[in-house]
């Protein structure tokens, strides 16, 4: 079946750039209609989404977190990517990859499978 | 503040039925998207439990139901087992955007 896995450094400096990659295996991320998605959860707290990438290529990004995030794909390698520049304290965080499958509309709608989650620490 | 509203905390005996409210507006939820819930149980990632408002993934229990009315949605968990401690949230959309409710703390006495 479909898993993800998260991959990137756990600790990063302040005013750095994250950098995170998700791998797919069990199936193509090139599959149509699917979208791809980062969602994180600071410790203790709960989930917000940071954003998606269709299979085309279009991205979604939380308004909060635009100036400052990038989501890519490589279809070549299975792949996905956040970057999160000028990162401080409070992007420390449980950090998940997941499928977006979309509705009935083709809107946005549940996320399912997740990868595991990765914990990625910001502090000098 | 979440754009989704769900109560910090909710509790139960084993065998009885709650309930989880998620409170949107007419942006999302009165906007005719559909909401998704997820369990997260603890140090682990979360997990897919109503999908569409109503549907069950395979391998859901059936104690597990969801429903939405106007702006609002609601997670029931009927016959309370102790395995189904855990953190509970609702998701949905809004002008472009994927937006998750604060979560619910489910805890069985």
């Known amino acids: 079946q479909l898993q993800l896995q998260e991959s990137g450094p756990g600790l990063v400096k302040p005013s750095e750039t994250l950098s995170l990659t998700c791998t797919v295996s069990?199936?193509?991320?090139?599959?149509?209609?699917?979208?791809w998605g980062w969602i994180r959860q600071p410790p203790g707290k709960g989930l917000e989404w940071i954003g998606s990438?269709?299979?085309?290529?279009?991205?979604y990004y939380n308004p909060s977190l635009k100036s400052r995030v990038t989501i890519s794909v490589d279809t070549s390698k299975n792949q996905f990517s956040l970057k999160l520049s000028s990162v401080t304290a409070a992007d420390t965080a449980v950090y998940y990859c997941?499928?977006?499958?979309?509705?009935?509309?083709?809107?946005?709608?549940?996320?399912?499978?997740w990868g595991q989650g990765t914990l990625v620490t910001v502090s000098s | 503040q979440s754009v989704l509203t769900q109560p910090p905390s909710v509790s139960g005996a084993p065998g009885q039925r709650v309930t989880i409210s998620c409170t949107g507006s007419?942006?999302?939820?009165?906007?005719?998207?559909?909401v998704h819930w997820y369990q997260q149980l603890p140090g682990t990632a979360p997990k897919l439990l109503i999908y569409?408002?109503?549907n069950r993934p395979s391998g859901v229990p059936d104690r597990f139901s969801g429903s939405k009315s106007g702006t609002s949605a609601s997670l029931a968990i009927t016959g309370l087992q102790a395995e189904d401690e855990a953190d509970y949230y609702c998701?949905?959309?809004?002008?472009?955007?994927?937006?998750f409710g604060g979560g619910t703390k489910l805890t069985v006495l």
């Open positions: 990438i269709y299979y085309s290529g279009s991205t």
């Open positions: 997941a499928r977006l499958s979309p509705d009935d509309y083709g809107d946005p709608g549940w996320f399912d499978p």
């Open positions: 069990g199936g193509s991320i090139s599959s149509s209609s699917y979208y």
């Open positions: 998701q949905s959309y809004d002008s472009s955007h994927v937006v």
């Open positions: 007419s942006s999302n939820i009165g906007a005719g998207y559909d």
């Open positions: 569409g408002n109503s």
